[in-house]
């Protein structure tokens, strides 16, 4: 049997990590390929970390087709699916998956036709016939928006942009940390800001050093908190103690404390009018 592997094609599916690989390796070994692979012609699109055990200890496996796609962009939006239909499929993953779709369906838009510009003769004829009122230009449909991609995906738009961010700039190496689960989303995407050499000798310090980098990425980002100035009323005091050995309002301290003392004697005048009103109103209704 003639299967072809396109690479691709291959893209779409993770590679397995190491325990995963000898999972499911024993099974295959212990069970037999149970599940058939799935073919669109020649070309396989469902199966290949199977195929690539069958291959390697000549298992038996089957195979079925699926031939309903008219083009190779129908088979990668159907993978793309299919890979975000499996619950063990990360959030990463998932994010890249769903980021790569709205490209897919976006590239398959085609713009409308530009208009030609009338000739003179069949402008001229037009003159004296009735023109029915031109269409309403059609809105050009952008890509998916984020927020799109986020429901696509099954995650948040926020760490939808996280994803995009580690798609542009992060390193190789850390980008195989993140699909890995050894460092989290929002942590590589702080890590992914730094210089790739940087990223790179922070993946090789383990997932220890990744977080510290990432903690000292986000403080960098923090700003600091502005410093506080003193009022005007204490410099001008400190100005004054400097030259004149005193403060300003010496003077005045001992009429504010008399002021105090005054107000203080006020409310304790009014708290016992108040104890006094209460009395004679509880007598009022004794008597009542």
């Not at 510290?212 to 100005?239: G, H, I, M, N």
Request: charged content about 25%.
């Amino acid at each position: 049997m003639n299967i072809t592997v396109n690479e691709e094609l291959q893209k779409y599916i993770d590679p397995l990590t190491e325990n995963e690989y000898i999972s499911l390796e024993r099974s295959l070994l212990t069970e037999g390929c149970r599940d058939a692979l799935v073919l669109w012609g020649d070309v396989l699109i469902d199966g290949h970390n199977r195929y690539g055990i069958c291959r390697k200890h000549g298992i038996e496996f089957k195979t079925v087709q699926n031939d309903r796609f008219a083009s190779i962009e129908e088979v990668m939006l159907w993978m793309i699916d299919n890979q975000l239909s499996r619950r063990s499929v990360t959030d990463f993953q998932r994010g890249m998956l769903a980021l790569r779709k709205a490209e897919l369906v976006a590239a398959s838009i085609k713009p409308e036709p530009a208009q030609q510009e009338p000739q003179p003769e069949a402008a001229a004829a037009s003159e004296d016939a009735v023109s029915a009122p031109a269409p309403a230009p059609t809105p050009a449909r952008n890509s998916a928006s984020r927020q799109e991609v986020a429901k696509i995906a099954g995650v948040s738009s926020h760490t939808i942009s996280q994803i995009e961010k580690i798609q542009k700039t992060a390193a190789p190496e850390l980008i195989d940390a993140v699909r890995s689960g050894t460092i989290s989303i929002s942590a590589a995407a702080a890590v992914a800001s730094l210089p790739n050499t940087e990223q790179v000798a922070a993946v090789a310090g383990g997932k220890k050093e990744l977080r510290q980098v990432a903690k000292q990425v986000r403080e960098q980002k923090v700003p600091a908190k502005p410093r506080q100035t003193e009022a005007p009323q204490a410099q001008q005091a400190t100005q004054a103690e400097a030259t004149n050995g005193a403060a300003p309002w010496d003077d005045d301290a001992a009429a504010l404390k008399a002021k105090i003392v005054a107000l203080e004697a006020e409310n304790l005048a009014l708290k016992e009018q108040v104890a006094t009103l209460t009395m004679e109103l509880e007598d009022a209704r004794r008597a009542a």
